[in-house]
């Protein structure tokens, strides 16, 4: 499969450098686009992938088109490329906010939308797709086999996307707040920065292996920890007299919220 991929941000760079450290992809497999030819060349020489500026001919090449430009630039450049897309050819958008039907009119071919998060990078990452009906069954099972090297896939109606993108999209940001705030609560109790981070970090894939390894339920786990009267409930009721369990469900409708508003222009 012949992949384009139309902005090389942080989220496209991370799934081709993944398909290409596993061998999904070879380097001749991709054509990479960027804006100048400075940009280009950083490309080229962070995945040793063939980078230019010229998008019209790297969508005539493509089997597929993977879409990671700014979605405020979508409106402008989406309806000057429509007429150099092959009839049929899927493109895949990683554009937040930007629906399916309006990519799909834009470009006049059909459009799956993904929203894969940052550890996808390790193949330890989520991610949504949304397949559009125009999609023929050989290129969603090639594409379909791409995405399990990225780690766990979830097919997903459009209308649930924008709550997946709150939960699993914009998760790592919030398991990374959490780990700094663990690591600086070391430090405040008197532990060299260096080894609270480390402790922190140990303590937190700790954790998550054992989520993982062990069928019992989080607050199952949890409470398994927290003996009557201990430090730990000493902890957690701190927690909840901040009421930090409803805080995060408030941080996710935020997130939420955003992406209609982006939606909306």
Same mark, same amino acid.
């Given at each position: 499969?012949?992949?384009?991929?139309?902005?090389?941000?942080?989220?496209?760079?991370?799934?081709?450098?993944?398909?290409?450290?596993?061998?999904?992809?070879?380097?001749?497999?991709?054509?990479?686009?960027?804006?100048?030819?400075?940009?280009?060349?950083?490309?080229?020489?962070?995945?040793?992938?063939?980078?230019?500026?010229?998008?019209?001919?790297?969508?005539?090449?493509?089997?597929?088109?993977?879409?990671?430009?700014?979605?405020?630039? %979508? #409106?402008?450049?989406?309806?000057?490329?429509?007429?150099? !897309?092959?009839?049929?050819? $899927?493109? *895949?958008? &990683? /554009?937040? =906010?930007?629906?399916?039907?309006?990519?799909?009119?834009?470009?006049?071919?059909?459009?799956?939308?993904?929203?894969?998060?940052?550890?996808?990078?390790?193949?330890?990452?989520?991610?949504?797709?949304?397949?559009?009906?125009?999609?023929?069954?050989?290129?969603?099972?090639?594409?379909?086999?791409?995405?399990?090297?990225?780690?766990?896939?979830?097919?997903?109606?459009?209308?649930?996307?924008?709550?997946?993108?709150?939960?699993?999209?914009?998760?790592?940001?919030?398991?990374?707040?959490?780990?700094?705030?663990? %690591? #600086?609560?070391?430090?405040?109790?008197?532990?060299?920065? !260096?080894?609270?981070?480390? $402790?922190? *970090?140990? &303590? /937190?894939? =700790?954790?998550?292996?054992?989520?993982?390894?062990?069928?019992?339920?989080?607050?199952?786990?949890?409470?398994?920890?927290?003996?009557?009267?201990?430090?730990?409930?000493?902890?957690?009721?701190?927690?909840?007299?901040?009421?930090?369990?409803?805080?995060?469900?408030?941080?996710?409708?935020?997130?939420?919220?955003?992406?209609?508003?982006?939606?909306?222009?």
């Amino acid at each position: 499969m012949k992949i384009a991929v139309l902005g090389c941000g942080k989220m496209t760079s991370a799934m081709v450098a993944r398909w290409l450290q596993v061998g999904a992809l070879s380097p001749n497999d991709v054509r990479a686009v960027t804006r100048s030819e400075a940009s280009a060349a950083r490309v080229q020489d962070a995945l040793g992938v063939p980078s230019g500026t010229d998008p019209i001919a790297a969508i005539g090449w493509a089997d597929v088109v993977l879409l990671g430009i700014k979605p405020q630039q %979508a #409106a402008s450049a989406l309806p000057t490329w429509r007429s150099a !897309v092959p009839e049929g050819q $899927l493109w *895949l958008s &990683v /554009l937040a =906010g930007t629906r399916q039907a309006q990519l799909e009119a834009w470009l006049g071919t059909p459009v799956a939308r993904l929203m894969p998060n940052t550890p996808v990078r390790l193949g330890a990452g989520a991610t949504a797709v949304v397949w559009s009906q125009g999609c023929d069954d050989a290129t969603r099972a090639a594409v379909s086999a791409l995405l399990t090297q990225l780690g766990v896939v979830v097919e997903l109606p459009e209308s649930k996307i924008d709550a997946f993108t709150a939960l699993a999209g914009s998760g790592p940001a919030y398991a990374f707040l959490f780990l700094e705030a663990l %690591a #600086a609560g070391g430090v405040a109790l008197g532990l060299d920065p !260096v080894a609270a981070e480390e $402790l922190a *970090l140990g &303590v /937190l894939q =700790g954790a998550a292996a054992l989520a993982a390894a062990d069928p019992r339920s989080p607050a199952a786990l949890r409470a398994e920890v927290t003996s009557p009267g201990g430090m730990t409930e000493a902890a957690i009721s701190v927690f909840d007299a901040a009421g930090w369990p409803g805080t995060v469900s408030d941080a996710m409708r935020a997130a939420r919220q955003r992406a209609d508003e982006l939606a909306a222009g």
